[in-house]
């Protein structure tokens, strides 16, 4: 009985306190029933859960078999179903280092040792050749693997460029200063895929006879490049919200440049810019997809190549949704995290 | 002859406009130096040019015999011995009260982290505000940040302290806990340059007063001259507007 009555005082505060927001209430409710009994039918009521393509093409719903058919392939790409465990352990580790990593008191330097650690090991999992692991070729890996591993080691590496990119942009060297200024207006200059396609093509003309750089390789330089120039105006957009007196007192007190920057500017600036910089490494991780242009099999272009198998023509829409849904489960976590980060440090009272 | 800071000729630009014009200005071990002006007449430009944070076209600045140049290494040893406090506080918003105090010494110094925290406890203790040792400051009222500042500064053992207007932003109840601190610092023989408005401060504690107007040293005497017959019309105006 309380509770109804609390429901509809609620209801009435925040649905229906005007004319205006009743009509917009009542609309939203129609829309969302008209959506969410649609869905139902189709992934419910009409979907095949049991059944081949044919039975598939027969129904109105989803064909959900088509995602338990192809679930393997769209996750681990030609990886060969004998080593499949492999990545699959590769993704377990990474994720787990990755919650590790998430909380406050695992911020120390054994931390990264343990990270260093698992790039080894990840390396050696996915590649074999040792430990009387058969070899896996880089051209078979694919899927999520490969797109984690495109993002994680990209923000690992262009987040520190970014970084001294924005302490260049704004040193008092002047050499520095235009090699920086330079580097990350070029940069955003040009599209991702035009660097993705000059690090596949241009770049092994450069190297001497003989030598070849992996593919994968080359794609997360370009990735690199192209991330820590946006990553450095995210961290210079922080260094500019710290006021001066900050950076006076520091230097009034003996510190020299490097200290000043490590212990009081930056540890300010890069709590401020926590949203744009979560934002950067969202769009990061879905622009890892744009790797399907040289030809390397990452999430999305594993989707893509079930989709073209003749026996299962025309599941388009299962296919994305399902891949839909992983992006969202990643991105979603870190946007989550992002504001659990700013909560705790508001808290502490960043901010005189 | 034992003059810490020797201030010749000093002139000192901002693009065209003329901030300091030829100042001249000698601090003996231990003295006492007020300086005041009106707004905007070149005072906090003046005293930053002691520990560099301004740098000056001509003339010559010297602390401890050692002339002012752009030498790094130069610039970091004098900061050591020259402690400066601000207006503002400037304290780091992300450190506790005991960070902000052993940042300077740990790194600066390059103490360990005991000896650092002894020291911090110490003039923590000073400063009476040892209760508050870990909390941010943010949490802290004015009063409470400027004392915490100064203690920062005195964890380096400067030689010279450099006060920018410390109690201006302060409001009025807060004035005396820390003028009481910088009284203190005096008595025990501390080399200090005030820049304030406190004319009590300044009759208790000042050797001499020294009195600016457009970037020039308009003035310089003792306090008991400078308050009773100052010499020229602009300080007898500024100390009317000021005392009334
Ligand atoms: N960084 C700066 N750039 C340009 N002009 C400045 C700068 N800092 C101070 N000034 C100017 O120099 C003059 C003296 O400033 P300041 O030394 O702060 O005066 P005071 O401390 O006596 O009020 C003022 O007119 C001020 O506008
Ligand atoms: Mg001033």
Known sequence: MFKSKALRTWCHKNLFNSKMNSFLSVVIVVILFKFLSYFYAWFVTNAVWIGDAAACREASGACVVFIKEKYNFILFGFYPRAEIYRPILCIVLLLSLVIYSSYEKNWKKCTLILWALLFLVSTILMGGGIFSLPIVESDQWGGLPLTLILSVVGIFVSYPLGIVLALGRRSKMPIIRIFSTCYIELIRGVPMISLLFMSSVMFPLFLPEGVVIDKIIRAQIAIIMFVCAYMAEVVRGGLQAIPRGQYEAAEALGLNYFQTMRLVILPQALKVVIPPTVNTVIGMFKDTSLVIIIALFDLMSTMKTALKDPEWLGFNVEGYIFIALIYFMFCFSMGKYSRTLEKKFNRKGTLT | ?244
């Open chain 2, 1 to 244: 002859m034992n003059q810490v800071i020797e201030i010749k000729n000093l002139s000192k630009w901002f693009d065209d406009f003329q901030v300091l014009k030829d100042i001249n200005l000698n601090v003996k071990k231990g003295e006492k130096i007020v300086i005041c002006g009106p707004s905007g007449s070149g005072k906090s430009t003046l005293i930053r040019c002691v520990n560099r944070l301004e740098v000056h076209q001509e003339g010559s600045v010297r602390v401890n015999g050692i002339e002012l140049t752009d030498n790094v290494e130069v610039i970091e040893s004098t900061r050591k011995v020259v402690g400066m406090v601000f207006q503002h506080f400037n304290l780091f918003p992300h450190l506790t009260i005991l960070e902000n105090l052993t940042l300077a010494p740990m790194w600066a110094k390059k103490l360990n982290k005991n000896e650092a925290l002894e020291i911090a406890n110490k003039y923590l203790d000073i400063v009476q505000i040892a209760d508050q040792a870990h909390k941010y400051p943010g949490q802290l009222s004015g009063g409470q940040k400027q004392r915490v500042a100064i203690a920062r500064s005195l964890c380096l053992k400067p030689e010279i302290m450099l006060f920018d207007e410390p109690t201006s932003a302060l409001d009025p109840e807060m004035v005396k806990e820390v003028l009481d601190v910088m009284t203190k610092l005096a008595e025990e023989g501390m080399t200090m340059i005030c820049v304030t408005h406190e004319m009590g401060f300044a009759k208790q504690v000042a050797d001499r007063m020294v009195f600016m107007d457009e970037g020039k040293i308009v003035e310089e005497s003792s306090p008991e001259e400078f308050f009773n017959n100052p010499k020229s019309e602009r300080t007898k105006k500024f100390l009317n507007q000021i005392l009334h």
